[in-house]
């Protein structure tokens, strides 16, 4: 009878809840805000990314047809600052462009020509494509989110 009596009482406290509460919710929270801040810093990271390949075909279209590819390579690494950022150069050539944005179809044309889509001359273009594996503190975000980025970009050269 006693111990039904202490446990009714027990039942009915209030004392330490708060407590346990927070110690109940705390792990979840901290989850949380360590997914909340990988994905930041993978955003960070995709941004960054894109505007070294902008700086790249910015590059590109103002060094005109005397563009390298190891150049463009290290203009790419330079803008992102990033280290394991794999960058691949197509061009400079001669291309009709199929769309635009500007896509570029997988053969070239012959510079000066007349592209027989739409009559347009035929154009000097380079593509720059940058890839980079971002790694993520928390354990299982690369299970729920690519962390492989990829961005590319093609400039018009003069």
Same mark, same amino acid.
């Given at each position: 009878?006693?111990q039904?009596? @202490?446990? @009714?009482?027990?039942?009915?406290? @209030?004392?330490?809840?708060?407590?346990?509460?927070?110690?109940?919710?705390?792990?979840?929270?901290?989850?949380?805000?360590?997914?909340?801040?990988?994905?930041?810093?993978?955003?960070?990271?995709?941004v960054?990314?894109?505007?070294?390949?902008?700086?790249?075909?910015? !590059?590109?279209?103002?060094?005109?047809?005397?563009?390298?590819?190891?150049?463009?390579?290290?203009?790419?690494?330079?803008?992102?600052?990033?280290?394991?950022?794999?960058? *691949?150069?197509?061009g400079?050539?001669? !291309?009709?462009?199929?769309?635009?944005?500007?896509?570029?179809?997988?053969?070239?044309?012959?510079?000066?020509?007349?592209?027989?889509?739409?009559?347009?001359?035929?154009?000097?273009?380079? @593509?720059?494509?940058?890839? !980079?594996? !971002?790694?993520?503190?928390?354990?299982?975000?690369?299970?729920?989110?690519?962390?492989?980025? *990829?961005?590319?970009?093609?400039?018009?050269?003069?």
């Open positions: 009878m006693r039904l009596r @202490r446990l @009714r009482r027990l039942a009915g406290a @209030r004392r330490g809840s708060v407590t346990l509460e927070f110690v109940l919710a705390s792990p979840e929270l901290l989850l949380l805000l360590g997914f909340t801040i990988d994905y930041a810093l993978l955003l960070r990271a995709r960054t990314l894109a505007g070294g390949v902008m700086s790249g075909a910015q !590059y590109a279209s103002v060094q005109g047809t005397s563009v390298t590819a190891g150049s463009l390579q290290s203009v790419v690494q330079q803008a992102t600052g990033m280290s394991g950022i794999t960058a *691949t150069v197509t400079p050539a001669c !291309y009709c462009p199929s769309s635009y944005p500007v896509t570029l179809p997988a053969t070239t044309s012959t510079c000066g020509s007349t592209c027989p889509a739409d009559g347009s001359t035929a154009r000097n273009y380079v @593509r720059v494509v940058a890839s !980079y594996t !971002y790694l993520p503190m928390m354990p299982g975000m690369s299970s729920i989110v690519a962390t492989t980025l *990829t961005e590319s970009a093609t400039a018009m050269l003069p």
